[in-house]
């Protein structure tokens, strides 16, 4: 290891990626959906993690996760267990469907 650098993106780094968008701004669709796919990707890798331990592996902030984390639930693809920090996620089983509304 020189110098210190463990190969891990630095707090630092990841505001300055969500600060170029500017303050406000939203993210487009193809954004959100590819921080939906790397987040599904990490928690079939290593189900039962929380936020914390799954963003580094993703390259991205805690915050800039939880909308794609909020429709991959809503979807069905991810479900949680525990609350808040303590929130660990898991890939859906294959056997659940999503839930169609009848008229």
Same mark, same amino acid.
């Given at each position: 290891?020189?110098?210190?650098?463990?190969?891990?993106?630095?707090?630092?780094? @990841?505001?300055?990626?969500? *600060?170029?968008?500017?303050?406000? *701004?939203?993210?487009?669709?193809?954004?959100?959906?590819?921080?939906?796919?790397?987040? @599904?990707?990490?928690?079939?890798?290593?189900?039962?993690?929380?936020?914390?331990?799954?963003?580094?592996?993703?390259?991205? *902030?805690?915050?800039? !996760?939880? @909308?794609?984390?909020?429709? !991959?639930?809503?979807?069905?693809?991810?479900?949680?267990?525990?609350?808040?920090?303590?929130?660990?996620?898991?890939?859906?089983?294959?056997?659940?469907?999503?839930?169609?509304?009848?008229?």
């Amino acid at each position: 290891m020189l110098g210190g650098v463990t190969g891990r993106t630095t707090p630092k780094a @990841l505001a300055a990626r969500s *600060a170029s968008r500017g303050r406000g *701004a939203k993210r487009d669709a193809g954004e959100l959906e590819q921080l939906a796919s790397k987040f @599904l990707a990490a928690v079939k890798a290593k189900p039962g993690e929380r936020i914390e331990q799954l963003a580094p592996s993703i390259g991205s *902030a805690t915050k800039d !996760l939880a @909308l794609p984390i909020r429709k !991959l639930i809503a979807s069905k693809q991810v479900k949680t267990e525990g609350e808040r920090r303590a929130t660990r996620y898991f890939p859906a089983s294959k056997t659940t469907k999503p839930k169609v509304k009848k008229r």
